[in-house]
């Protein structure tokens, strides 16, 4: 009996069973080459991408802007306190550390402002730096000022509380300073503007000087 003409003979299946799996292990290593290389530079990429985060937290750390640190060093009223009449037309002087803690990078700043306030009665205001100034790294700067005396008037709403402190010797101020500070880092980039508001709680005797637990005391600032 003859075989179809379809039908392969067994010698030519025979023949074309090794060629077929031939190519199929070339094709299966090609493809498995292919996948290694392919999982290879992933890992590589990978690898790299996370040196490279792990160095630029690194930097960040180092170079990220601390904010200026304020504290209290003196405040006197001229002539002191007195409990029967207003301070009004007097003066006041005070004096408040800046502290730049880092340490690649400066601090400009914009002319600064300053208010006493007793609560919320205004007690004097005025500027404690007329211009802007720049404070390198890891310096300290003293803010004065010499501010004319406002209130709080004997007719004021405030009065009964401020003569009552000033009898009792510990009258409760707050001295608040406004600006507004830009970062410099190395000497090449600069942040953007942002508003500063300092403000310094303390304690102020009869004889208008400040007293010695408030000597020293850190101000809260606000960006």
Not at 45 to 70: D, K, Q, S, Y
Not at 75 to 84: E, K, R, T
Not at 91 to 102: E, G, H, I, K, Y
Request: contains cysteine; proline residues 7%.
């Amino acid at each position: 009996m003859h075989q179809g003409q379809g039908t392969p003979s067994p010698t030519a299946a025979a023949a074309a069973s090794p060629s077929s799996r031939a190519r199929r292990i070339a094709r299966r290593t090609r493809d498995g080459c292919a996948t290694t290389l392919a999982n290879t530079l992933c890992s590589l990429l990978l690898g790299l991408l996370l040196i490279a985060a792990v160095i630029l937290f690194v930097i960040w750390l180092g170079l990220r802007p601390h904010r200026p640190r304020f504290n209290i060093a003196s405040f006197s009223v001229a002539g002191g306190l007195d409990p029967d009449s207003s301070p009004a037309g007097g003066s006041l002087a005070f004096n408040v550390t800046d502290r730049n803690p880092n340490r690649h990078i400066g601090i400009y700043y914009d002319a600064m402002h300053s208010s006493v306030h007793f609560y919320d009665a205004l007690v004097a205001s005025g500027p404690a730096f007329a211009a802007g100034w720049y404070q390198p790294n890891r310096t300290t700067t003293s803010i004065t000022g010499l501010l004319d005396v406002l209130g709080p008037a004997t007719t004021d709403a405030s009065w009964p509380s401020f003569s009552a402190e000033v009898r009792a010797g510990r009258v409760p101020l707050r001295l608040q300073l406004t600006t507004a500070i830009r970062f410099r880092v190395a000497n090449a980039f600069h942040s953007g503007r942002q508003r500063m508001h300092v403000s310094c709680d303390l304690l102020v005797g009869a004889d208008g000087e400040l007293l010695p637990d408030s000597v020293g005391a850190p101000c809260d600032r606000y960006i």
